[in-house]
């Protein structure tokens, strides 16, 4: 495929059908470098999307590309170490381990993560486990949840929750991150605080693409929003012509967008 | 049978299925992986085991084998024993290569989902092995058990006396190290609750005898008993933690079934006798450590590497996937790594412990059939690990010998009973490990020991190594 711009994403008519359901109906877009908002009403496949480019589900249509490589059907953990790494809608923390433990465990290619090499613990072994972990406290540190380091992650509040998500996807020095709802249920100084870190890393050079319902933070943060409708792209373009779009106003408001 | 036999023999019960137990920690305490096909590996360890070092000949067998790899290696010295490892190691890898052909159709099923095809795959096999005489026998399982050494026992070093001194002297500082780890991690208990804590061991120690001795004392027995039983939950109520009193009871209704119950039956030389428990008197012309002490220390020896064997694969970036499985395997997948891979090795690790407890266990009863290996054995190994603590390996050795202890050890009951009782009081005593299973649920949910902590051994903070 050859793309204008050099887009790092792109997807290319996924279908997605639940039984009689139509969750993606022949989705269509590109995700460039920078931080780009997927948006959309309820239903509108959001998530479902996620999934597919993320390898969660399989699409029964249509291919994903990441890097002008074909990575439809592949599964979440090859997905994950080409450079794509998602959060979940719900935080998915490792509830009975502690926080420095889930994040020791994202940096990827860990020597001590062969079963042969846990056992033989030879070159190598410890200076990788001690990278590992100092990665691991670095990032607490970055995303302040430092002074929770040996806390289980099930005891964090829901806020912690977020931070460690996203700290636990960055050690995995993704070029692609997929947000689902970063800042659902958060409070308004946390999320002046997530939207920071979002800013300031996508300065040092990682690209996001997250699903935000709060057009105003779209407006602010996004450089490209994706606008979804019944499993279909409606429109992409600039946050300012998406808000004055009568389309997108229609599918928010549940008109016909057609 | 003297009590000491009786020790012995439990002992390595518990060893056995601690090494059953440990295989089964690592797929459902660190990986979450519930594989009621368990104890399949336990039959294969004990049939490969068995079947690679019979003799082509072997007493009314028509089933496959009789490698007869001990008369094979007979030129080489201890070509005896080292043909029975190789059997075990042999075992392993075909547990191993079995749980990989179950565990890739089946693993990529959800928790219950797997647990139940694994009990199934589990329960055909058993019924293949049971049903087809031509494969190893059937019902009517194999004799000639290769059992390494064998001849060499019972060892004897010259003289009665001899014997006494160095194997008593053995048993004695194996007791005596036991009684000082004891005391040192009762020591510091809170007064009040050690006093209750022996008091309890009191009650239940001559309630329990009271009852022994039949007529109309069984009910005020009883009685007695369990009013040792609730001083003890009392006593324990009242200290900051359960272990401690708990430990201490334990050790006194240990001291006094173990030395005081022969004190009744025999005198001072049944005291003698239970103290110098390495050494058998009735063995050979001047008494010496016979063949069934040999297989616990081996079966000790095997717990001991397989304790430090899991240990280091749960300390470690290893352990610490496993366990991010566990708790939710949509992470580690969306982090980038290959679950299916990891859960797929637990599986094989899993199953080469179990093969190998299977391997000692026949080398152990030196008969084997279907009948011992049928599901209970999983469900037991289960409920040994969850009293202990699942994802805690110290916790499997505890769980194991508490389970084992209630399991075996209430069997003398059935002497005080008419016969007629028999299988109402085994049946009874199935009721009594699902009590306390019930109470430690109910209680302590997460088990005696609760689960382990970790250390990849690389101190966290310094970023030095922690070993």
């Not at chain 2, 200290?239 to 272990?243: K, P």
């Given at each position: 495929m050859v793309a204008v711009s050099d887009p790092i994403l792109e997807v290319d008519g996924v279908e997605k059908y639940f039984g009689g359901i139509t969750?993606?109906?022949g989705a269509s877009f590109d995700v460039e470098s920078g931080i780009t908002g997927l948006i959309g009403p309820n239903g509108a496949g959001k998530s479902t999307m996620f999934d597919c480019i993320t390898g969660f589900r399989d699409p029964d249509g249509g291919s994903v590309w990441f890097r002008g490589e074909d990575v439809t059907g592949d599964s979440p953990s090859a997905v994950a170490n080409r450079g794509v790494v998602r959060t979940f809608q719900i935080p998915h923390e490792l509830?009975?381990?502690t926080v420095r433990e889930n994040l020791a465990?994202?940096?990827?290619?860990?020597?001590?993560?062969?079963l042969v090499a846990s056992w033989?613990?030879?070159?190598g072994y410890y200076e990788d486990e001690q990278r590992a972990q100092r990665r691991a406290v670095e990032a607490a540190e970055r995303f302040e949840i430092s002074h929770v380091?040996?806390?289980?992650?099930?005891?964090?509040?829901g806020g912690q929750r977020k931070l460690l998500e996203l700290a636990r996807a960055l050690l995995t020095e993704p070029d692609l991150v997929l947000l689902d709802?970063?800042?659902?249920?958060?409070n308004p100084t946390l999320e002046e605080r997530i939207l920071d870190h979002i800013q300031t890393l996508a300065a040092e050079g990682y690209s996001f693409l997250f699903i935000e319902h709060d057009i105003d933070v779209i407006m602010e943060h996004c450089q490209e929003v994706i606008v979804m409708h019944q499993g279909r792209v409606l429109m992409r373009g600039e946050p300012e012509a998406v808000r004055t779009d009568d389309r997108v106003v229609d599918a928010y408001l549940g008109g016909d967008a057609e | 049978m003297a009590l000491a036999d009786f020790l012995v023999s439990l002992l390595t019960v518990v060893s056995v299925y601690t090494l059953f137990g440990l295989g089964l920690n690592i797929k459902y305490?660190?990986?979450?992986?519930?594989?009621?096909?368990?104890v399949l590996y336990f039959m294969t360890g004990a049939y490969v085991t068995v079947v690679v070092t019979?003799?082509?000949?072997?007493?009314s067998y028509e089933g496959?084998?009789?490698?007869?790899l001990p008369q094979l290696l007979s030129?080489?010295?201890l070509g005896g024993l080292l043909a029975w490892f190789v059997a075990i190691f042999v075992a392993m890898v075909v547990a191993a290569l079995l749980s990989l052909l179950v565990g890739v159709?089946?693993?990529?099923?959800?928790e219950d989902y797997l647990a139940i095809t694994a009990l199934g795959i589990a329960t055909i096999l058993h019924t293949v092995v049971n049903d087809e005489?031509?494969?190893?026998?059937g019902p009517f399982g194999v004799r000639d058990v290769h059992q390494p050494?064998?001849?060499?026992?019972?060892?004897?070093?010259?003289?009665f006396l001899v014997n006494l001194a160095v194997f008593g002297l053995v048993s004695v500082l194996v007791l005596a190290y036991i009684g000082y780890r004891v005391g040192d991690y009762v020591y510091g208990v809170d007064l009040r609750a050690a006093a209750m804590a022996a008091a309890a061991a009191v009650l239940v120690v001559a309630g329990l005898g009271a009852a022994a001795?039949?007529?109309?004392l069984v009910l005020g027995g009883v009685l007695v008993a369990v009013a040792g039983v609730v001083v003890l939950a009392r006593g324990i109520g009242r200290?900051?933690?359960?272990?401690r009193p708990l430990a201490l009871f334990t050790a006194l209704v240990f001291v006094a079934w173990h030395f005081g119950t022969p004190f009744f039956t025999a005198g001072p030389s049944g005291v003698l006798a239970s103290a110098v428990w390495?050494?058998?008197?009735?063995?050979g012309a001047d008494g010496g450590f016979t063949y069934g002490r040999f297989v616990l220390l081996v079966a000790v020896s095997f717990v001991a590497v397989a304790y430090w064997w899991c240990e280091r694969t749960v300390n470690s970036p290893y352990g610490r996937v496993l366990r991010s499985i566990r708790e939710d395997e949509d992470v580690p997948e969306a982090l980038g790594k290959r679950t299916f891979r990891y859960k797929v090795q637990s599986m094989m690790f899993g199953s080469a412990l179990a093969a190998a407890a299977g391997g000692l266990w026949a080398t152990h009863i030196a008969f084997i059939d279907?009948?011992?290996?049928?599901a209970d054995i999983t469900f037991f190994a289960f409920t040994a690990v969850i009293i202990g603590g699942a994802a805690n390996n110290r916790g499997v050795v505890v769980g194991t010998a508490v389970f084992w202890t209630l399991h075996t050890g209430t069997?003398?009951?059935?002497?005080?009973?008419?016969?007629?009782?028999a299988t109402q009081l085994a049946a009874l005593r199935v009721m009594l490990i699902g009590v306390l299973l019930m109470v430690i649920l109910y209680y302590r949910s997460e088990g005696l020991l609760g689960e382990q902590t970790y250390d990849t051994g690389v101190a966290a903070e310094e970023g030095g190594r922690s070993e």
């Open positions: 969750a993606l109906d509830p009975e381990m465990l994202a940096p990827r290619d860990q020597r001590g993560e062969s033989a613990r030879g070159d380091l040996d806390t289980p992650a099930g005891e964090l509040s709802e970063p800042l659902a249920g958060v | 305490g660190f990986t979450g992986l519930v594989d009621f096909g368990h019979l003799p082509v000949a072997a007493t496959i084998g009789g490698f007869a030129g080489v010295p159709p089946t693993l990529r099923l959800r005489r031509w494969l190893f026998n050494l064998a001849e060499a026992f019972p060892v004897s070093l010259g003289s001795l039949g007529g109309a200290a900051d933690g359960f272990g390495l050494f058998d008197p009735t063995a279907p009948t011992q290996f049928i069997r003398f009951l059935n002497d005080y009973f008419p016969t007629e009782y």
